[in-house]
């Protein structure tokens, strides 16, 4: 093969996988909006009143909900609803 040939083919190849990363991570944005605890791609009060559930919990307990766990640090505090409400409002529209 030319060195031509082969430069085309690899500029093929690396364009290929960028849109393939690019559509992936567009699939898997709206379960990565931060504050989303019910995972339907809005950041609203029922995200709010599901973490308000677990307040309190940590890994084990009964009410424990690792989608609240917002910055994943083991438990349900008020830095998980904190991180909520300055998301609060936000959507992704999943396609």
Do not use: E
Not at 38 to 60: E, H, Q, R, T
């Amino acid at each position: 093969m030319t060195k031509k040939i082969l430069c085309g083919i690899l500029i093929a190849l690396s364009l290929g996988l960028t849109m393939l990363a690019l559509s992936v991570s567009g699939a898997n944005a709206c379960r990565r909006l931060t504050g989303d605890v019910n995972k339907d791609g809005k950041v609203n009060i029922k995200d709010l009143y599901a973490a308000g559930l677990a307040f309190g919990s940590s890994i084990g307990d009964p009410l424990w909900n690792p989608n609240a766990d917002i910055n994943c640090d083991g438990k349900i505090d008020c830095n998980d609803l904190y991180l909520i409400t300055i998301h609060f409002g936000q959507s992704f529209r999943c396609n």
